[in-house]
């Protein structure tokens, strides 16, 4: 049988021609001003389109129907979205506001953990792409989790309340979105699934219409992707692209405490002689600082040391901790990989106890480093390196694994 010869072939390929198309135009933003010429920045343009494209029609397709949802994980070493955490597991599940779900699972001991119902996408500008863009309404925290003594609990969500984990949901409450965090290398993420509590038939096959709706989708998910990263945060997000090398106050919103954390971004750029400075004084509280590249997605968190949390950050005896971002290794245990970029975005996290810490920043040049950090700031050898990269590797492996 050939082309034509089914009802709804016309339909199909015209969709899907069309998906191609928007595809191809996707491709084209990977060599916007915004990222640099060198081949590295190119790659990492269009590496940011091919790992979504793998799990585009994940999330317009094959998770999407919320009468049989399915947790998702959106963002892992090999799959990024902008402005992903390099110690945050990311999950989400599409729901609905007149169904009622249970979610079971396992607690871990993730230092942070949150779950939150989102509601709709507002309508204007300014608005992130697909799936994100939507308003927290409710939200249940890892403090306020109610788990049984071997760490299992059960979180109901929508209808009448149920159990002392329940999550409210509205007539427009769109998806479950999940969230850990990791502060250091040997802790378990939270296990769970979830289920529509009425479920008593197989999940339908998806129909033409189902699947001309979910090409169309994962077109728009990957063109507006595309098209956000990295200008929504310059325009949005508060970066200022020219501001360089400096980060903004830290600015929390009611959103921002449903989401349980603060953040902000720094725009930087590095000559190849030059390396950045950071530095705050320690603090109570959960933070979290990620390199990322020209698109606001992770470094390689699974090899690289692009990312630090309290636990596997050096102090100095001034009680400052000061992180050295440059190209190559300077020996430092503090030490912010670029992977050789020369313009990226690194974000700070802040969770639980405590208040954001301001961050200062001090451009020096590369060989001047021991002259302008003091003489006390720990050091490693090559082969203490070594044993961090071996122990961040086993660790991020951890938290993704089963």
């Known amino acids: 049988m050939a082309f034509g010869d089914g009802p709804d072939d016309p339909a199909l390929r015209s969709a899907w021609d069309t998906f191609c198309d928007r595809l191809k135009e996707a491709g084209e933003r990977a060599f916007k001003d915004h990222n640099p010429t060198s081949g590295v920045h190119r790659v990492d343009g269009l590496r940011f389109l091919t790992q979504n494209l793998g799990q585009a029609f994940d999330l317009a397709l094959e998770t999407r129907d919320t009468r049989y949802p399915a947790i998702h994980t959106f963002c892992h070493p090999s799959r990024k979205l902008g402005g992903d955490c390099a110690d945050f597991l990311y999950q989400q599940a599409w729901i609905d506001g007149s169904s009622r779900y249970r979610v079971v699972g396992d607690r871990g001991s993730a230092a942070f953990f949150n779950v939150t119902v989102q509601g709709p996408r507002p309508a204007g500008p300014g608005v992130l792409h697909e799936p994100f863009g939507d308003v927290p309404q409710a939200n249940l925290t890892g403090a306020q989790l109610q788990t049984d003594d071997d760490g299992s609990f059960e979180i109901y969500v929508g209808g009448p309340r149920q159990g002392p984990n329940w999550l409210p949901t509205t007539a427009d409450s769109r998806k479950l979105f999940i969230r850990q965090g990791f502060d250091r290398w040997d802790e378990l993420p939270a296990r769970m699934h979830i289920e529509r509590l009425d ?38 997000g508060g970066v200022d692209p020219e501001r360089v090398n400096r980060f903004p106050d830290v600015e929390t919103t009611g959103a921002d405490a449903k989401r349980g954390r603060a953040a902000v971004n720094m725009h930087w750029r590095l000559a190849p002689d030059e390396a950045l400075i950071v530095e705050f004084d320690a603090h109570e509280g959960l933070w979290m600082l990620t390199n990322m590249g020209a698109f606001f997605t992770s470094m390689d968190y699974l090899y690289r040391p692009v990312s630090y949390t309290p636990s596997r950050t050096a102090v100095d005896a001034d009680g400052a901790v000061r992180l050295v971002l440059s190209h190559d290794d300077p020996g430092y245990h503090n030490w912010i990989d670029t992977q050789g970029f020369e313009r990226g975005n690194l974000t700070y996290r802040h969770m639980l106890d405590g208040e954001p810490a301001p961050l200062r920043t001090r451009l020096v040049k590369r060989a001047e480093l021991a002259d302008a950090l003091p003489p006390d700031t720990v050091t490693v050898t090559p082969q203490q390196r070594v044993a961090q990269m071996w122990e961040r590797f086993h660790g991020v492996r951890r938290r993704y694994a089963g």
Do not use: V
Request: cysteine-free.
């Open 199 to 236: 479920m008593t038939t197989p999940r339908p096959l998806p129909t033409p219409t189902d699947m001309t709706a979910a090409i169309e989708w994962a077109g728009d998910f990957l063109t507006t992707m595309m098209d956000d990263w990295p200008d929504y945060p310059f325009t949005y």
